[in-house]
């Protein structure tokens, strides 16, 4: 798993905040991007966690894409497949 910070937007538009007194809208709202790689038998349980966790009913909550990965390979040892997960 990796976790980034980013900014960006998409129906949320802009946001609105208070510093210091002064409303300030900032145009790209920071955000966290996660990026998980797993074996198949365990996607669906990854993105129900995510879900449960991350969903506030409020615009914003962002969404969640699974993708195929066609291959891994440890570098460093050679390893191949799911036992470099």
């Known amino acids: 798993m990796a976790k980034t910070l980013v900014e960006g937007l998409g129906h949320q538009k802009s946001l609105k905040q208070q510093f210091r007194g002064i409303i300030v809208t900032v145009e790209c709202p920071p955000k966290i991007k996660l ?32 993708l195929p990965i066609e291959g891994a390979i440890r570098a460093g040892i050679g390893d191949e497949g799911e036992n470099t997960i």
């Open 35 to 66: 990026k998980v790689v797993a074996a198949n038998r365990d996607v669906n349980g990854i993105v129900n966690a995510l879900v449960a966790e991350a969903r506030t009913g409020e615009i914003g909550d962002d969404k969640i894409f699974i």
